[in-house]
């Protein structure tokens, strides 16, 4: 496994939980509605740093096992990346038209942070979700 498919597992492992745990400590906060900004950053910042670490400890492994084809990456790499970047930004485009919606109705800030913290989940998952599949059957 090259790095570049490392880096898109290591997205979506980390993705998962991170979604999780920033739903379940809004879901169990007594006041979602005044407390959801700290909550938001910290669970970014954790997200971030799961992924790099789960990069870091999973590179190390593969690194032991084979130093030549850790860090090994071609033409394919590329174009897998920017595959994956075009779904990502689709459903970041997707989730910014519904947030500029939202802000047109008025809507409360704390739903306008929510779509957009979703869409980045959703982004996220799915331009991974398209990394591992081109890796693993092609890109055509």
């Known amino acids: 496994m090259v790095y570049n498919e490392r880096a898109a597992w290591a997205g979506l492992i980390a993705t998962v939980p991170t979604f999780a745990v920033y739903a379940w400590l809004l879901l169990t906060s007594p006041d979602p509605a005044a407390s959801w900004v700290p909550i938001m950053l910290w669970t970014i910042g954790g997200g971030i740093v799961l992924t790099i670490l789960i990069t870091i400890v999973w590179g190390i492994v593969a690194g032991i096992r084979d130093k030549e084809g850790a ?66 059957r092609g890109l055509i």
């Open 71 to 136: 860090m090994a990456t071609d033409m394919r790499d590329t174009d897998i990346a920017h595959l994956g970047g075009r779904v990502e930004h689709a459903f970041l485009v997707i989730a910014g038209l519904i947030v500029i919606v939202l802000c047109a109705l008025n809507v409360d800030v704390f739903w306008i942070a929510q779509t957009m913290f979703l869409g980045f989940a959703v982004s996220s998952l799915v331009g991974g979700i398209a990394r591992v599949i081109a890796y693993r």
